[in-house]
């Protein structure tokens, strides 16, 4: 099993529209979670992180963590034809030598 | 804006040469990471350092080698460079603790 896991997409929306992306982990002692957007070649740039279970919203972005069922989300609400790419979801394992990234969910929003 | 360089951007190099990608922090970070990525996939982590004379391997086998001599720079080193180790190297940092990694702009390695 991957430490971390998430649906490779491609996940298509219209603009204006909530992209919706899914995260699991499978370190129940993990503590901190990231949520990075990487456009194509480019480097990954951070853009949400959370720490308590609950939503945690910044603009037009929202994360949602339950650490009972080990997964973490983020919401993009007003979807724009800026938001498209991948987007990597980042856990802290709980004994902190290392941030596991998950393999990506393309995202691709049309106009 | 993160603090924290790669060099060279771009880098076409024949097999069998001797490579070295440079990365610097200026963010005091004790901890370095070198992941690579190939066009489209997922990152994989090939190194990391919590500190000065820290060195670790990470979850993909890799053929380079790191050091970590001083706390600003982590080097990555290829004795001999293969076709195969063309790919995107990512050099990232972060302090201790459970905090997020920045990234660098990465090197694009191709060996021809």
């Known amino acids: 099993q991957k430490e971390v896991e998430q649906n490779s997409g491609p996940l298509s929306v219209p603009e204006g529209a909530i992209a919706s992306l899914n995260c699991t982990y499978s370190d129940r002692g993990s503590q901190s979670f990231f949520w990075y957007r990487q456009y194509s070649g480019k480097s990954p740039e951070l853009i949400m992180f959370i720490y308590s279970n609950g939503d945690k919203e910044d603009g037009r972005f929202t994360a949602q963590l339950n650490k009972a069922s080990q997964y973490v989300s983020l919401l993009i609400r007003d979807s724009q034809p800026s938001d498209s790419a991948t987007y990597l979801c980042?856990?802290?394992?709980?004994?902190?030598?290392?941030?596991?990234f998950g393999a990506g969910t393309t995202v691709t929003v049309r106009a | 804006e993160a603090d924290i360089y790669q060099t060279p951007r771009y880098l076409v190099i024949g097999t069998g040469k001797k490579i070295t990608l440079e990365c610097s922090q200026t963010?005091?970070?004790?901890?370095m990471y070198w992941y690579q990525q190939d066009p489209g996939m997922e990152l994989h982590l090939i190194h990391y350092?919590?500190?000065?004379?820290?060195?670790e391997k990470g979850d993909l086998s890799s053929e380079s080698t790191v050091s970590r001599i001083r706390t600003e720079h982590f080097p990555l080193t290829l004795e001999s460079a293969r076709p195969s180790h063309t790919s995107q190297y990512l050099c990232?940092?972060?302090?201790?603790?459970?905090?997020?990694?920045?990234f660098g702009q990465g090197t694009r390695l191709t060996v021809v």
């Open positions: 350092s919590y500190g000065v004379n820290s060195t």
């Open positions: 990232a940092s972060s302090e201790q603790g459970q905090t997020e990694a920045f």
């Open positions: 963010m005091g970070h004790d901890k």
């Open positions: 980042a856990v802290n394992m709980w004994d902190d030598y290392k941030l596991s």
